[in-house]
């Protein structure tokens, strides 16, 4: 976690850069055996419904720019998120930029929607961060 902070300290002045573009590549979610990770929360009629939310989880922290709490959701989760370390950096550049910016998710899917513990999943989510406007 500290690394992950220092090295968001020092990409922070690039996001303030207009010319510069920033390409953060995660996967969320493996779910199955093969993968395994089977965490089902049994709130949900499905288990993709438990994966969505459970991935949804993430998205929210991510959104609201809090690295301490996405360090915490993936330490008692353990979601299986590859990407969650340059995803860290993100959210540590992102309060040591100059510029405020905001963080919304796009887009979200499943490469199959599990029904049965013998199936497995990858989920994917897309975000961009903006430049919050200063009117």
Request: glycine fraction near 4%; include cysteine.
């Given at each position: 976690p500290?690394?992950?902070a220092?090295?968001?300290?020092v990409?922070?002045?690039?996001?303030?850069?207009?010319?510069?573009?920033?390409?953060?590549?995660?996967?969320?979610?493996?779910?199955?055996?093969?993968?395994?990770?089977?965490?089902?929360?049994?709130?949900?009629?499905?288990?993709?419904?438990?994966?969505?939310?459970?991935?949804?989880?993430?998205?929210?922290?991510?959104?609201?720019?809090?690295?301490?709490?996405?360090?915490?959701?993936?330490?008692?989760?353990?979601?299986?998120?590859?990407?969650?370390?340059?995803?860290?950096?993100?959210?540590?550049?992102?309060?040591?930029?100059?510029?405020?910016?905001?963080?919304?998710?796009?887009?979200?899917?499943?490469?199959?929607?599990?029904?049965?513990?013998?199936?497995?999943?990858?989920?994917?989510?897309?975000?961009?961060?903006?430049?919050?406007?200063?009117?």
């Amino acid at each position: 976690p500290e690394a992950e902070a220092q090295y968001g300290r020092v990409l922070a002045p690039y996001l303030d850069d207009p010319a510069t573009l920033f390409i953060v590549s995660s996967d969320f979610c493996h779910w199955g055996r093969r993968f395994n990770y089977t965490r089902y929360d049994t709130r949900y009629a499905q288990i993709c419904e438990s994966i969505e939310a459970l991935d949804h989880q993430g998205m929210k922290l991510i959104e609201d720019q809090n690295a301490a709490g996405f360090r915490a959701y993936l330490g008692e989760s353990k979601n299986t998120i590859c990407g969650q370390h340059p995803i860290s950096v993100l959210l540590h550049a992102l309060p040591a930029a100059r510029h405020q910016h905001d963080v919304k998710f796009v887009r979200y899917a499943q490469s199959s929607r599990v029904t049965q513990k013998s199936d497995s999943s990858v989920s994917y989510a897309s975000a961009v961060v903006s430049r919050r406007s200063t009117s």
